[in-house]
C-alpha cells in the first residue's frame, strides 16, 4: 500500500493498478475513518456508515494534498512514527503495521474483517515525530549483523535449535508469503532487501517454536527470546527502510520526467 499509493501520488502508476496490486491481499478492500472528524475532513464514511473502496482513499489523499506515505512496523515498546498514544497507536499495535501521512496528519491501518475482506480505516495522526528514516544500506548491514550475533548468543547460551525439518520448515514459509507486484522502475535493492528480511523472519518464526515435546525449559525460552529479539528490529528496520527506499526512487524518477 506504501509503495503503489506513493507511486500513484506521484503520478508513476494509474487508481487501477493500485487497485489490482492490493488484490493481492484481499479480493475486498473497505475504507472508512476512525471517527467522525477524521471522516468529515476527508469526505469518507465514519464508523457507524457504510464503508467505502479504496478508490475513494486514493481520491481523498489526493484531495487533502498527500504526497508522502511512511511505512510503519510498530511493537509493544517500539512505537516510533505513531505520535505517541491514542486510537491509532492502539490500533496499529493491533495490526503490526500502519501507514503514516505526516503531511496531511493521517495514519492507515489495515484489518482483516472477514475471509477475503481487509479493511482500512483512517485515523487523525498525533503530533509527533515523524518515522525514522534509516539508509537502506544501514539497514542491511545491520540485518546480517543481527544474524550473526544471534547464532553466536543461541550458540553460547545452548539453545540454537537443530530440529530436524528446520530448514524445509523455513523454505515453505518463505514460499506461503504473498508475492505481491510492484511497481514498474522498483529498485532491485530494495526488492533484495525485502526478500532477505522475508527469509530471516521465517527463520525466527521456525527458531521461537516449541521445541519438540517442550523439551525446552522456561529459562532456556526466555533466554531464546532474548537473543532472537534484536534480529526481529533488525527486520522491521530493514523492511521500513526498503520501503523508504522505494517510495524515494519513485518519486525521483518521477520529478525526472
Not at 118 to 123: A, K, M, S, V, Y
Not at 183 to 207: D, H, K, N, T
Not at 218 to 228: N, V
Request: glycine share 10%.
Amino acid at each position: 500500500m506504501v509503495v503503489w499509493t506513493s507511486a500513484w501520488l506521484h503520478g508513476v502508476v494509474g487508481a487501477d493498478d493500485v487497485l489490482d496490486a492490493l488484490r493481492t491481499w484481499a479480493e475486498q478492500h473497505e475504507v472508512v475513518a476512525n471517527d467522525h472528524g477524521t471522516a468529515t475532513a476527508l469526505d469518507l464514511p465514519g464508523p457507524e456508515e457504510t464503508p467505502s473502496g479504496p478508490a475513494m482513499l486514493l481520491a481523498a489523499l489526493r484531495r487533502a494534498g498527500a504526497a508522502e506515505a511512511r511505512l510503519v512496523l510498530p511493537v509493544p515498546g517500539d512505537v516510533r512514527g505513531l505520535g505517541g498514544g491514542g486510537p491509532f497507536t492502539d490500533a496499529a499495535l493491533r495490526a503490526g503495521n500502519a501507514v503514516v501521512l505526516q503531511d496531511i496528519g493521517v495514519g492507515v491501518v489495515p484489518h482483516p474483517v472477514a475471509e477475503g475482506i481487509l479493511r482500512w480505516t483512517l485515523f487523525d495522526l498525533p503530533a509527533g515525530p515523524p518515522p525514522e528514516y534509516v539508509p537502506l544500506g544501514e539497514a542491511e548491514h545491520g540485518l546480517a549483523g543481527a544474524m550473526r550475533d544471534a547464532a553466536a548468543t543461541l550458540h553460547a547460551l545452548d539453545v540454537a535449535s537443530n530440529r530436524p525439518g528446520a530448514r524445509a520448515e523455513i523454505n515453505a514459509l518463505v514460499r506461503s508469503a504473498p508475492r505481491p507486484p510492484w511497481p514498474q522502475g522498483m529498485p532491485g535493492r530494495s526488492l533484495r532487501v525485502l526478500q532477505r528480511a522475508a527469509e530471516v523472519a521465517a527463520i525466527l518464526e521456525v527458531a521461537m517454536g516449541d521445541e519438540p515435546g517442550g523439551a525446552l525449559s522456561a529459562s532456556a525460552a526466555t533466554a531464546r527470546s532474548e537473543a532472537l529479539r534484536p534480529l526481529g528490529d533488525a527486520v522491521r528496520r530493514a523492511r521500513c527502510a526498503a520501503v523508504d527506499e522505494a517510495v524515494r526512487v519513485l518519486s525521483d524518477r518521477a520529478g525526472q520526467h
